[in-house]
Every structure is written in C-alpha cells, then in structure tokens.
C-alpha cells in the first residue's frame, strides 16, 4: 500500500508571539519551526499502514527548503522518499498550494493508495487545501478522521463529530483529512535518524501564482496574564484553595 | 516570609539587590545572609523556582578536575556545598580516550587532579569502563580517567533551599516575574534598580543573570563580556537496560573527549550531549521573554542538522542504546549558555561602577562555589578562593567588543573538552594591539604570542644560527607536546643576552601614573615596601589583600614628590589599576591616569648593555652614576627616555620608557648601537621564562596568589615600614610564625622517560615525594610546579615550587609527576637565593 502524506512547517510558538512591522507576518527571530501534532499523527499512520500492509510511504511538502529539517525528522520514523515543493518559504494561498500538489501527484508514477493530509494547517487552518486535491484527482475524501482501519482495500475511517463518532467506509484510493489522536507519533531513533538521512528527497522549485487573496493584517488578541497566582504560603491556603474548589463546580 | 508572594510589594530600600534566580543567585544571597547582610532583596523576571534561565536546562553533572587550579577549586567548594545541601548524587565519571594523544591528555588530567587535591581519580583500562558501562563498546577506547566521586546535582532544589535558608534567617525577600528595567548610578557608583514593580535603591546591586549579563550590565553602564551560546543535548528513552532504574542516575556518566560529547544514564533515558557542533552564539538581545518562549527562554528549538555528526558517534560508542530502533527521542534542545572569551566566568566589582557586582558565566558545576567567593569578596573584602582569573576587572577595553567576544567563544567552544596545551595561542582577532616594533620585529621572523592582545616575541627566527654557536647548551627537546610553542632558539637567545646582550619588546606592560596631593599616601597604602623614597627610585613591591595574600608583584618609580609610576604586567594591568583606584581618596587630592598605550618599553639587558647605551648618551651610565633600583631621563639622541635600571633576567641593564610614536626610532638607535656588540632582539620566552627561572624570580599568577603569603614566597624584608599598608596586620602575624610552605627551585635529575625519550615540564605538575606520594602542607596545599623552564646558563630544566619545610632543603629530593610517568628532582635553592650568579654580581656590576 503505497501512502502520500502531506505536511507543512510551521513555527513553534510560546504564549505569546510578535509581529512583523506591517503586521502581514509573524516576527519569527525567537521562534522555531515543527510540525503539528495532527500532521505528525497522519505520518504515523501511514507508517503503520506500510508495516501492516507493506508499500511506501512518501512525503510531500510545499514551502522552504529548510523544511527538510522537518521532513527528516519524520522520516527517522519510517517513510521512504520525500518531495519538496520548493518556494522562497512565504504564504500560498490554499488554492495555490492544492493546484501545486495536485501537479506534483500528477508527474508522480507511484499511484497512491491513501493520500493523507491534516485536516487544516496548524498555522493559517484554511481547511482547503485535502479537500481540493481531493476534488481535482476526482478522489472521494473523508474529512476530520480520528481512527483509521484498512480491510480489502476499503478504510473504514472514524470521524469525531461534537460528542458523537461517525464511522464511514471509503474504498482506496482515497484521500483522508486527519486529526490528531489518529495515531500516536512514535519518537524517533537515532539510528532511524541516520537512515532517515539517506533516504531520497525530490526537490522542485515551484512559482508562486498571483494570488487571488490576500492576507491584509494580523492582530494580536491581547495579552493574557501567564502564570498562576499564589492563594498563600501558610495553612490558610487550604481554606481558599476549597472556596475556590467550591467555585468551579469540584466541591458542591 | 515566602518567595514571590503576590501580597507583598517590592521595599523600596535594601542593602543589596541580587538580580537572578538561578544557582548562581540563591547561592549569593545564601552565603549573604550567612555572613551577616540583612535587608537583601532578590529579583528574576521569571517565576520561582525555576526563572527561566540556563540552570533551569542544566545538565547537572560534576566533573572536579580542570587544567585551572581555580576553576577545580570552586568546583570542589560547589560539590561539598551541594553535598551539604542533601542534592548531590555521587555516580562516578569518566573520560574516556579515542586516541593515544587523548590518552597522554588525560594522564596530565591525572596531574592536575593531583596538584590541585581531587583525591580519587585514576587512569583505568577499557575493560574497567565496561564493568561500571556495561553498555559501551569497549573497543572504541584505549582508556580512561576515572573519578568515582563525579555526581549530579539538583541544582533547583538546591538553590530553592539556599533561598529559603537566606529568608529563614530573616534576610531576604524575593520577588519573581519582576524585571528590571532599567538602573540610576550616581557619582559613580549605583544607587538603585528600577523594575516593572517599582524602585529600590540599594548599596550594592549583584547581576547573576547569565546570558542576559551583559544586557543589564550595560543599563549602568558596565561590561559583562559574554556570550550566549548553544550546547546541544537530546534525551533517548525509554532505554529497555534503564527500564527498572530507581534513581536519576545509577551509571556512571561517560565524557566521549574526543568527540567533544557527554553520555548520562538520566533515570530510564540517556542523555547525550554536545559541544562539538559549530558555535552557535547570540546575543542577549536575541533570548525570547518567558512569554514567548516555547520551552523557556534560554531553551531553544533543537537543530538536528548541527547534531547529526554527534549520532553517529554516540552510535560508535553506545550501540547498544543508541542503536536500538524502540529507543526514541524524548526530547531535544538547543539549551542556551554563558561563553566568555576566556573560558572563565566573570566576577567581582564592576570598574566602571562602585557597588555593582557580576556574578556571570558561572555553570552549575562552579554555582555555590562562586556565590560563596563573591560573598566573601562583597562582605569581607577578599574570597578565600583566589578568583583572580575570573575577576571581571581583568578585561582591557578591546576584550569587551563584542567581536573579540564572538571571535574568541566560537574559537574556544569547540576546546571545551578539547586537548589545550598550556601555552596554545588563539588564532582569532590577533594583530589588535601592536608595539611601534612590530613591523620590524616582523622582519626578523619574530614568533608572535598574544597577551591581552598584544603582539609579543616570543622568539625571533633571526636568531636560528646561534643554535650552531650555542650547540647542546640550547637543551633541545625532541618530543613533540614538550616542544609545542617553544623554540630552542628561545635558549639561544638566553645565552646571547648572557654573553654580549639583548633587547627585549616590553610594550605590553600596564602602566599608570599615581599623581596628586595624597599619591604617596595611595601608593603608601598600596605596596608593602616603603614608598616615601626619594624622587628617582624604583621600588619592587608586593601588594597585598587584607589577609596578606598577593594581590600583585609590581615596581613603583618615584619621579616626582605627587607623582608615582605604576608598572605591571599586561595580563593583570586592569586589576591592578582597579586595586589602586580603589585606594584613591574620595576628595580627589589623588587621581590615576592610565599611560599604558602612552608609553613603550624595552629592555636591554647582558653584560655589553652598558657599553651599548653609552654610544647613544652623553648621560652618566656607570654604577655609581646610576644605581640599581634607580630612573632618570636621559638623552639618546633625539630621544629624552625615562630609563630605569632595574632587571628581571637578572643581566645589567635597564628598562628605557618613550612615548608609543618615539618607539620605533629608539629600537633603531639601541639596535645600531648594539651590532658591534653582538646585541640581538630576544622574546618574552627569556624574559618571562629563562632569564627568570634561573634568577627564581616570582611571577604573579604563577609563584604569587592571595592563598601564599610574602614570608612563604620568600620576599619579606629585615625591616619593614613603620607606616600602615593593606594586608600589614597579617603580614605582621605572618612574619612570626613558621612558613607553611617555601619557595624552592629544584632541578631535574633525569629527563628520560620510559620509552627512553627525554622529557621536559612545562608547568602546574605535582612534586611528590620519592615513593610518589602526594605532598601536602599545614594549610592544606599542595606542591605543584607553579612554573618550569630551561635555565641555559646551568644546563638544567627548572621548576619552581612551594615546599612544606620538611621538603624545603638543599639536595632534597623528590619526583615531579608529568604526563604519567615520575622524574627525580632535587631542592636546588630555597626562598629568594637564585640558582644563577647567587650574589647578584651581574646585576650589580
């Protein structure tokens, strides 16, 4: 069974951020990069797909090339080859980034079983771009899975839905929207870390099109207060530490 | 009174104020309030117990031997306070070797551990690591230096309790998540912190911030050099060996040397660290607010790429941890840590401002043992630890820039558990200080070494063929550590000076003038000889602390009734002129100006420097006509050169001052002058090796330290002055009772080592007695060779070394241990008597 998973760097924030000078950006001098832990979830799910039923798994990104920081890591865990679709590392637009992987699927020879996407990137949760790729390779498409099982070429895919679960079944190929839970993300290993170093990564420059939206400003929602606040040293503590029990429900 | 309560408000008053709440800090308020300081407010703009800052990240383990005496002794005060603190876990260490050059490095490990009393290491087989590591790859290794009592220390809980002690005793208040934003100094000297809270005004404010230092330091107006930099570190686990470990740390923890890397059981995971990635510095400015940080502020986003190198050689040496596929990453960092361009932390009063102190660049192996020094310094007036080398008055202005410090922290990050001779040169930022001479110098293929920037001869190349002159007599030395920066040439040089004569670039002298109304009462107060001389003298001085320890060796020249001239070494030029400043009387009737970049020096010294000066000067050069120990102008030429008759090679011969731009011109003179008679430039490997040795001259830093007094280091006069100086109440005492230790220079009887090549010391190596056990006297010190060279002249390799009296006796003998193998020496002069021209005839003539 031959998997497609798509994932995106994002940057790895603390409780607060800065922007940029005309506020379009994120200021990004503190801050790392990652990937979402849904992303990391859909790797690992492709993974167990191969180790249960064999094939490849393949990941793709669009975005800088220092996103093969990312990319090895995850491939430490398993998958075989990667693809970059390579920008100068700003924002495309979701519709931009579908049409550039949906071509990129296209030149690939491997026909794909199940392509994997997060259900909505971490950063800019536009919810677009599974569902596009979806639509343009004329796949069906299960959004927002939370459990995934394969049976004769049919997934039968758990999605969560408020406090309900839905199940559906799709048979492959596929394309499957994912969230976190989905399976939990092994660590790497160092040795996995070294063949993950070896392994094969396609690098394609891509051209950004014109956009067709733009991203005007971002706002900072205001500061919330971090930290806690300490009720008292001493024994009379425990009194408020009961009223304030008592507040919110634990205590009747 | 509890930390941080959010009832309480910030006084707007305390005696002092500790910025910080790492190790570092909790450390300082502790040993604070334990010698008797009330009213101490402690702030961090993080929240207790863990503020945010590189403790927080720490990796925690103690290794107590370093090539530095100091260094091994804040880190052995640190263990026993961390020990006494009930956070200590003993666990063993070992440095093991991939090659055999790591193998020669960790017997002079040995070494040091023995001179500077870390009892219980040894070199062990690889067999003896596998039996204590049973997951290593024995065969990866040749060896290894253990120390069985290497731990790890919990350094949160550890300063938690010295905080809550300081506030027990009613001592200290602390505030968490209160910043400072700015600070108000006032005539010099601080007089409060402003924070997000509010004001306090304090009479001494302590930065032990780390890598934020420099950004406080610099709201008033001071220098905290330093770098924030990365060391790597992941954690791997769960490991299936560790899997029923009970505690933190059961194995003991392997320093990979070689690889620059450490690797420690951490309960069920392993720890693999590095310093062996490119340097990757910031600076403070660059750390995110504990808001922003995702992790906490000084603990980075790891980068995989600067560490892939490193798993591959964990893998080599753990294959069985490492290399399990089920052992994943838990975690990973990129932890952020203080750099100086020296590798030592930065301590003590500020120069630039009275009453604010740094306590910075201080890891967590050293914490306890630092705050406990400064302390004592802030409180007593002197640490019982020597700190001279990480005294932050040792910087002179272009080691502040932050290019020397980026330069310098990059070069020696990679050194951290790198193989450093004690002589390596930096090969970073040189050609930043340069006598008028360096052109020329140049020329004559001199061999630059930098001190405090300066570019200094250590040889001259040019000097090549008196090698053939002086043939065995210039001791070659064939092995290749023993003859790394060194020349014999050097000899040759030696052995020139001592037959015709030679001139030495003296340039890098710190020199400044006392002036004023009350400069005889500071220079008075200062030195232990008396100062009160006439206009014209020249005046060799000890300077001592309160306890009667050197704080420096230096000549004072008299030139006029309110004017005295300060003459010290280089490396320690900026304390000294903070020690003096520090005495000046706060009515201004006494200043000092600095004139170390105003005045050039040479030395000419040798039996033709008479001869040589008298072609150049009508002036009256004779004994009689200008004694020893006595300056005057003279004309050269051209030139009025303030010259000075006094020696440190033990030749006749003088000291000559010009003003820096008239250099040039008086090398040209003194060298044309000096080619009928056989002058040449000679390095500072005779002035401050050779020519010194052989006449058991002192050496601040090396023979002279505040833990030995004037009467052990053989310099106490018959009389002394009736006037008060620092240090006279303990010079008193000391001059009643018996020496601890002497002084002695003792010879080496045979240099042949076991494998037949002959060996030569180069210094800091233990002198124990014949059956090689360790030396000790009554103070608890041992002997160790404080400096060691060639003595041409005698044909011998000298080395210099406190002795208890038992051992301080001519013909004595004893070993000096060097690199794992002992040689004999034999007490060959003790206290002052030189080895070379006893009399002094030769200085005298």
Known sequence: ?252 | MSAQSSQSSLPSRAKAVVIGGGIVGNSIVYHLARLGWRDLVQIDKGPFPNPGGSTGHASNFIFPTDHSKEMTHITLDSMKQYKELGVFTECGGFEVARTSERMQELHRRMSSAKSWGVNDSRIVTPAEVKELVPYIDETVILGAFYTPSVGVVDSVRGGTIMRERAQEMGALQSFGNTEVLSMKVENGRIKSVITDKGEIEADFVVIATGCWSPKLAAMAGASIPLTPAVHQMKDIGPVPRFKDAKGDIEHPIVRDMDTNMYERQHGSGLEVGSYAHRAILYTPEDLPSNAQAALSPTEFPFTQEDFDLQDEQALELMPEIVGDESVGEKYAINGILSLTPDGMPIVGETPEVKGLWSAAAVWVKEGPGVGKALAEWMVLGESEIDMHSSDIARFHEHQKATFHIKERTAEGFNKTYGIVHPAEQWSSNRDVRLSPYYEREKALGAVFFETVGWERPFWYESNKDLLAKFGDAVMPRTAEWDSRWWSPIINAEHLQMRESAALVDLTAFAIFDVTGPSALDVVQRAAVRQMDVAIGKVIYTPILSESGGFKSDLTIMRLAHDQFRVVTGGAHGMADKKWFSDLLPTDGSAQINDLTTAYTTLGIWGPNARKILSALTKDDLSHEGFPFGTCRIIEMGPLRVLASRISYVGDLGWELYVQMEQGAKLWDLVMDAGKPHGLIPAGIGVYGTTGRLEKSYRAYGAELETEYNVVEAGMQTAKLKAQEFVGKAAHLKHREEDPAAILCSLTVDDHTSKSGEKRYMLGREPILTPDGGIITDSHGRRSYVTSAGSAPSLGKHVLISYLPPQHAKIGEKLVVEYLGEHYPVTVASVSSTPLFDAKNERIMS
Request: aromatic share 4%; proline share 5%; with cysteine.
């Open chain 1, 1 to 252: 069974m031959d998997v497609l998973v798509c994932i995106k760097r994002v940057i790895l924030a603390g409780n607060t951020f800065a922007l940029n000078e005309d506020h379009t950006d994120i200021d990004t001098l503190h801050l790392g990069y990652t990937l979402s832990p849904h992303e990391e979830s859909a790797v690992e799910a492709a993974v167990r797909l191969n180790e249960e039923f064999g094939g490849t798994t393949t990941l793709l990104t669009l975005g800088h090339v220092d996103s093969e920081e990312q990319i090895r890591s995850q491939m430490a865990i398993g998958p075989d080859r990667a693809i970059v679709l390579e920008t100068d590392g700003s924002e495309w637009d979701p519709q931009a980034t579908a049409n550039a992987i949906i071509d990129a699927i296209k030149k690939e020879e491997t026909k794909f079983d199940v392509i994997i996407f997060g259900s909505e990137s971490a950063d800019t949760a536009g919810y677009q771009t599974g569902i596009r790729v979806a639509h343009a390779l004329g796949l069906p498409i299960v959004t927002n899975v939370k459990g995934l099982k394969v049976e004769n070429s049919v997934a039968r895919c758990e999605r969560a839905v408020g406090n309900m679960r839905e199940i559906y079944e799709v048979s492959l190929p596929a394309v499957l929207t994912v969230r976190d839970g989905i399976a939990i993300p092994r660590y790497p290993s160092v040795p996995g870390r070294i063949k993950a170093r070896k392994k094969p990564m396609d690098v394609f420059p891509v051209e950004k099109p014109a956009a067709k939206i733009e991203k005007v400003k971002l706002e900072l929602p205001p500061v919330k207060a971090k930290g806690a606040t300490m009720l008292s040293a001493d024994a009379d503590g425990a009194q408020k530490l009961v009223e304030i029990f008592r507040e919110i429900g634990v205590l009747s």
